[in-house]
């Protein structure tokens, strides 16, 4: 269970991340994807942990599993995602940078509708 948690739980990182791509391709994914968003940005820029990570943890060691200290990305992404030395301002950086870039996918999503059909030419 604690796998299938985390194969979850980079799941929905993947979708914070890049799901202001399908709003581009069908803009009612930002029904979808805006609570996502608010949330992986919240959790970036308040330094929060995210609760699949203690349940995560609870469930390895209800399994016979040894529990990780610190959170999931932490453990898992610090050296994919983030660059070595990662300190609160770096954090708050890389959450207002997912924030920016999505705000300009939804940008050009939604400018897309309302141009006239000749102005798209």
């Given at each position: 269970?604690?796998?299938?948690?985390?194969?979850?739980?980079?799941?929905?990182?993947?979708?914070?991340?890049?799901?202001?791509?399908?709003?581009?391709w069908k803009?009612?994914?930002?029904?979808?994807?805006?609570p996502a968003l608010a949330w992986g940005v919240a959790i970036s820029l308040c330094g929060w942990i995210c609760p699949l990570t203690p349940l995560e943890q609870?469930?390895?060691?209800?399994?016979?599993?040894?529990?990780?200290?610190g959170g999931f990305i932490d453990h898992y992404l610090v050296a994919i995602i983030y660059p070595p030395g990662l300190n609160r301002m770096t954090q708050v950086a890389l959450?207002?940078?997912?924030?920016?870039?999505?705000?300009?996918?939804?940008?050009?999503?939604?400018?897309?509708?309302?141009l006239p059909a000749n102005a798209k030419k």
């Open positions: 269970m604690a796998d299938l948690l985390l194969v979850l739980h980079m799941g929905f990182i993947l979708f914070v991340i890049f799901g202001g791509l399908l709003v581009l803009r009612r994914w930002a029904w979808v994807h805006l609870r469930l390895r060691m209800a399994s016979g599993e040894q529990a990780y200290a959450g207002m940078l997912l924030l920016v870039a999505n705000l300009l996918l939804y940008w050009s999503a939604f400018r897309q509708r309302q």
